[in-house]
């Protein structure tokens, strides 16, 4: 560091997905499209390689008039969104405990929000040994760290054990506790948690919930395209069950269910076990909010709300995802199926943006892949594939590829 403050922070020169991207768009140049396979992109691309935009939301977004962009929102967000986030948050489960919402920037404002305020500097935040990289970046901005638990036991399930575990002791060595646990359609595994695994996380909660304050916060980015959207939302009266020292947060975000990444629409949406502590999340999440990114983009609240207002426009876009959604559905399936026939697991998948191959030598498996024109992500237990940016005939070619590789 030359002027800037490290601040116990490891920062990289260049963020590692974007470098791999920059190869692979370098080589798209230089050889031809036709030659390139780029799995590395978070975003959900046609069959063509371009971003999937959602014709319906751009119908919504015209219906948008100048001061829905230039005035500013309300600090914890407009009313109108806040209750267009619990219809599109909840679908038909209606919350028996007192909801609050606060607007963020993203879900990734809501992942922030949730670490600053419901722990403390120096505390270890909770989540699984695969994980979406930024949850350490967000945490060690603000004087936290990551703790983990493996996610998959040796059946290839939830590893409710070692989760309960890792609770119990963070909890004998802290006084509070915040769980990031990414479901369905995990990032970057593609695995969602199945009614059993949340029963198992709601007992493992309730018992721990003596030793200390715990904060559930279930990122739910990609729940509108992990299949059908009700019954991905079951979860949700399950979180009733937690006693009164467990607080369930959940992370929302419309990057992926609209399709719409540059809006910046989120939110938090805490399911309280009391009047009080909703009141105490509304008075702090806004707090932390106009300390960091003031307010959230007004217009982006607008046409979400306008979206759930108005039964046509909605119905269009649910529709209009749905085939989007079954399409990243058939890449994941193609994926797996051709790497199992070819004798090689990715780690349990059930649907989403990712798949994964655990390896202890993923940065080998990419660099070949690479020599081959297929771009993909080393993370640090395996390799990461984006189903979301490539086409099925690419998950054919990919699979394979990776399965030679492998196989030696
Ligand atoms: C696991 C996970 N959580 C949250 C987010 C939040 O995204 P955004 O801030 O764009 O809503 C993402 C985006 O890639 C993600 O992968």
Known sequence: MKFAQKNGRTIPKEDKIFAINGRAKAMIAEKGKEKVINATIGALLDDEGNLAVLSSVMEGLKLLKPNDYAEYAPIGGTPEFKEAVKKALFGSYGPKRPV???????GTGAIRNTI???SKVGDQVLTSDWFWSPYGTIAGEIGRSIATYPLFNEKGTFHLDAFDEKVNSLLDVQDQLVILLNT??????????TEEDWKGVIKSLSQASNKGKITLFIDVAYIDFAGDEEAYRNFFPLLERLPKTVLPIVGYSASKTLTLYGMRVGAMVCLAPSEEVAKEFKQVTEFSSRGTWSNSVRAGQTLFSKIFQEEELLKKVTQERSQYREMLIQRGKTFENVLRKEGVENVPFDAGFFTCIASDDPGSICEE??????????LAKGVRISVASISEEQCVKTAKAIA?????
């Not at 609050?100 to 993203?106: H, N, Q, R, V």
């Not at 030679?404 to 030696?408: A, H, P, T």
Request: net charge positive.
């Open 116 to 118: 600053s305020n419901y």
């Open 369 to 378: 892949l690479e020599k081959q024109g297929i771009f993909a992500v080393p």
């Open 184 to 193: 369905p359609a995990h990032n970057p595994t593609g695995y969602s948690l």
């Open 100 to 106: 609050e919402i606060c607007a963020t920037p993203g």
């Open 404 to 408: 030679k590789i492998i196989k030696g």
